[in-house]
Nanobody, 124 residues
Framework: QVQVVESGGGLVQAGGSLRLSCVAS????????AGWFRQAPGNEREFVAT????????DYADSVKGRFTISKDNGKNTVYLQMNSLKPEDTAVYYC?????????????????WGQGTQVTVSS
């Protein structure tokens, strides 16, 4: 079993930055792909970013491309999401997910383990 815990959310003004962290424990994290998703009130959970097992390959939703950066530190069993130039429409609960495959994944069903989420609120 793998436990996934996110942290780093909070309230920030538009144009500001936040860095989310996701720590996974319980299995060999270094061979897992990882992703970030978000869900705003009344909306479905949507893909934000994904990284392969080594962190050498990444993919982003068009809405965050150029502003968000996903990275993975296998030595610390941690995945990060650096969010810059935040907009009010980025407000959502952000979820980290980990998968027992090594490539990239954009779909909810690609992932095996999920965290409880961390709230990000961007004020205008």
């Amino acid at each position: 079993q793998v436990q996934v815990v996110e942290s780093g959310g909070g309230l920030v003004q538009a144009g500001g930055s936040l860095r989310l962290s996701c720590v996974a424990s319980g299995r060999t994290f270094s061979r897992f792909a990882a992703g970030w998703f978000r869900q705003a009130p009344g909306n479905e959970r949507e893909f934000v970013a994904t990284t392969n097992w080594s962190g050498s390959s990444t993919d982003y939703a068009d809405s965050v491309k150029g502003r968000f950066t996903i990275s993975k530190d296998n030595g610390k069993n941690t995945v990060y999401l650096q969010m810059n130039s935040l907009k009010p429409e980025d407000t959502a609960v952000y979820y980290c997910a980990v998968a027992r495959f090594v490539g990239l994944g954009r779909g909810l069903n690609d992932y095996d383990y999920w965290g409880q989420g961390t709230q990000v609120t961007v004020s205008s």
